[in-house]
């Protein structure tokens, strides 16, 4: 039976949609965290460059991307004692995040814990599964309950939280005291502004060890792959041998040649500082307008959003925004808790970025 799945939120913003739309100077749409800024050069000639290839792919991923992964935790984020074969490349990171419960076999009266301001996609992936869900940041709030996989986002989409290492240490000692698994959505480890990311996998959270630890990662940010569908999970080798075995099964394969464009990414450190500079410069500016017009921003260390608040129904300061030209998505989507905030993306060009700063003033 086909689970019951809630309405995909940005449908319901057609109408503000359509307001911001009307604005004289047109919209800009901050709701969505799509990249605008061109994929780098290199990564469209690597992608050109095996188009020819007519046999199908290893859902593996070839060794040298898988390699080229393995480098780039260690260079960019510490992260050190995963080898090749612990790396396994996603159709993207969304399609993984709503399918790993059902992938990893948790089912009907399994409970998967969830942040609980999160992207909508881990519940979806709770109810393909027939799962429960349960929204929880702290340990206590689980009670004696023994949930078969918790989910872990840090810098968080949408608030920009970013978990310090004791909380990501008490976290991985208690999901190994209990034998459950443990997933980090690190899409955004790489956008730290005011705090430094850490992963689960480093040395500092884990202690060398991998055992019932996941992390998933994307290129759709660092390296504006979002259409590409780049993304890859690694950790625990014995969890990443049980889904390869499963995706082989399912067909779950990146093509050939976004594994090589991938190949490439991972390897550009110039490419990603560069847009990470884009990033930052976008941020002070929406910042500065959005605090000079009376709004708060909270967490928002790090990632592609801003958390901002009016201290007021999210819907009303998304109408607001949008009677300016400006898309914003509320914090309803992300969760009960997030009814009095909008999440406000840095995904817009320079232009753009400066118009809606303008209408602010």
Same mark, same amino acid.
């Given at each position: @039976? *086909? #689970?019951?799945?809630?309405?995909?939120?940005?449908?319901?913003? $057609?109408?503000?949609? $359509?307001?911001?739309?009307?604005?004289?100077?047109?919209?800009?749409?901050?709701? !969505?965290?799509?990249? +605008?800024?061109? +994929? #780098?050069?290199?990564?469209?000639?690597? %992608?050109?460059?095996?188009?020819?290839?007519?046999?199908?792919?290893?859902?593996?991923?070839?060794?040298?991307?898988?390699?080229?992964? !393995?480098?780039?935790?260690?260079?960019?984020?510490? !992260? !050190?004692?995963?080898?090749?074969?612990?790396?396994?490349?996603?159709?993207?990171?969304?399609?993984?995040?709503?399918w790993l419960p059902r992938l990893l076999g948790v089912g009907p009266?399994? *409970?998967?814990?969830?942040?609980?301001?999160?992207?909508?996609?881990?519940? &979806?992936?709770?109810?393909? /599964?027939?799962?429960? @869900?349960?929204?929880?940041?702290?340990?206590? /709030?689980?009670? #004696?309950?023994?949930?078969?996989m918790v989910w872990l986002n840090s810098p968080s989409n949408p608030?920009?939280?970013?978990?310090?290492?004791?909380?990501?240490?008490? &976290? +991985?000692?208690?999901?190994?005291?209990?034998?459950?698994?443990? &997933?980090?959505?690190?899409?955004? =480890?790489?956008?730290?502004?005011?705090?430094?990311?850490?992963?689960?996998?480093?040395?500092? &959270?884990?202690?060398?060890? @991998?055992?019932?630890?996941?992390? +998933?990662?994307? =290129?759709?940010?660092?390296?504006?792959?979002?259409?590409?569908?780049?993304?890859?999970?690694?950790?625990?080798?014995? %969890?990443?041998?049980?889904? %390869?075995?499963v995706r082989k099964h399912a067909g779950m394969i990146v093509p050939?040649?976004?594994?090589?464009? @991938?190949?490439?990414?991972?390897?550009?450190?110039?490419? =990603?500082?560069?847009?990470?500079?884009?990033?930052?410069?976008?941020?002070?500016?929406?910042?500065? /307008?959005?605090?000079?017009?009376?709004?708060?921003?909270?967490?928002?260390?790090?990632?592609?959003? %801003?958390? $901002?608040?009016?201290?007021?129904?999210?819907?009303?300061?998304?109408?607001?925004?949008?009677?300016?030209?400006?898309?914003? $998505?509320?914090?309803?989507?992300?969760?009960?808790?997030?009814?009095?905030?909008?999440?406000?993306?840095?995904?817009?060009?320079?232009?753009?970025?400066?118009?809606?700063?303008?209408?602010?003033?």
């Open positions: @039976m *086909t #689970p019951r799945l809630p309405d995909f939120p940005w449908d319901t913003l $057609a109408g503000a949609d $359509a307001t911001a739309r009307a604005h004289p100077g047109g919209i800009v749409d901050l709701s !969505v965290g799509t990249p +605008v800024d061109p +994929v #780098p050069e290199p990564v469209r000639a690597a %992608l050109a460059s095996v188009s020819e290839i007519p046999g199908y792919p290893t859902t593996h991923g070839t060794l040298a991307l898988r390699t080229a992964a !393995v480098e780039a935790l260690r260079r960019r984020h510490g !992260v !050190v004692g995963i080898e090749p074969d612990g790396v396994l490349p996603t159709i993207g990171s969304k399609e993984l995040v709503a009266g399994d *409970t998967v814990v969830i942040p609980e301001l999160s992207y909508p996609t881990y519940e &979806v992936g709770v109810l393909l /599964a027939g799962a429960s @869900m349960l929204r929880a940041d702290g340990l206590l /709030a689980l009670g #004696p309950q023994r949930p078969r608030t920009g939280r970013v978990l310090g290492v004791d909380h990501l240490r008490k &976290v +991985v000692e208690w999901t190994r005291e209990r034998d459950v698994c443990l &997933v980090s959505d690190e899409c955004y =480890l790489t956008l730290g502004w005011e705090a430094e990311p850490l992963s689960i996998l480093h040395p500092d &959270v884990c202690d060398g060890r @991998m055992d019932g630890l996941l992390a +998933v990662h994307s =290129l759709s940010k660092s390296a504006n792959m979002a259409s590409y569908r780049a993304g890859f999970v690694t950790g625990d080798p014995a %969890l990443v041998a049980d889904l %390869l075995t050939r040649p976004v594994q090589e464009a @991938m190949t490439v990414a991972l390897a550009d450190d110039e490419a =990603l500082a560069a847009q990470r500079e884009r990033y930052a410069r976008r941020r002070i500016v929406l910042r500065k /307008a959005l605090e000079g017009n009376g709004f708060q921003i909270g967490h928002s260390e790090a990632g592609l959003y %801003l958390w $901002a608040t009016r201290d007021e129904d999210a819907w009303r300061t998304v109408d607001w925004l949008a009677e300016r030209g400006i898309l914003v $998505a509320p914090g309803t989507f992300y969760g009960p808790t997030g009814g009095r905030h909008v999440r406000v993306a840095l995904t817009a060009t320079d232009e753009r970025i400066d118009a809606a700063a303008d209408r602010l003033t």
